[in-house]
């Protein structure tokens, strides 16, 4: 686990998002060329808005991708949170920090994982943010 400071402009852009959508933010950071923010357990549908129209907004003042991510404190469904839409088939912890994740197909398996195993690699990071964890492997 990982502490980080936010600078003036993180603390502008969390503002924004709590006045349009009244969710609390829990951390905000780029994932996946998205700009994310992660909420706190319970606010994902008020962050959402009817039909998405809050995220819909935000996209438009922010002129980029929003990507809205609800906290949980089990490590296991929070990075089932992190990685929706994809699907998991199943998913499991040994005892040294490694997370086994195993995708329904081969198309699934590669988004998770990514270009150099980029995706994989930034998921590990926003995971060790909040939890112990050694590594993150896709089979």
């Known amino acids: 686990m990982t502490s980080r400071k936010l600078d003036m402009e993180t603390m502008q852009l969390i503002k924004l998002f709590e006045q349009v959508t009244r969710a609390r933010v829990k951390d905000l950071f780029h994932y996946r060329g ?46 089932a949170n992190l ?9 499991n912890e040994d005892g040294d920090g490694v997370v086994t994740i195993k995708g329904p197909d081969t198309k699934t398996k590669g988004l998770m994982i990514g270009a150099r195993a980029q995706n994989l690699r930034a998921t590990e990071d926003v995971v060790r943010t909040y939890f112990d964890c050694q590594e993150i492997k896709v089979i």
């Open 34 to 79: 998205r700009l994310t923010y992660i909420v706190e357990q319970g606010d994902l549908w008020k962050a959402l808005g009817k039909n998405r129209a809050n995220l819909l907004k935000l996209e438009r003042l922010l002129n980029q991708r929003v990507k809205i991510v609800e906290y949980h404190p089990d490590k296991l469904q929070f990075i």
């Open 83 to 91: 990685i929706h839409p994809l699907r998991i088939v199943d998913m």
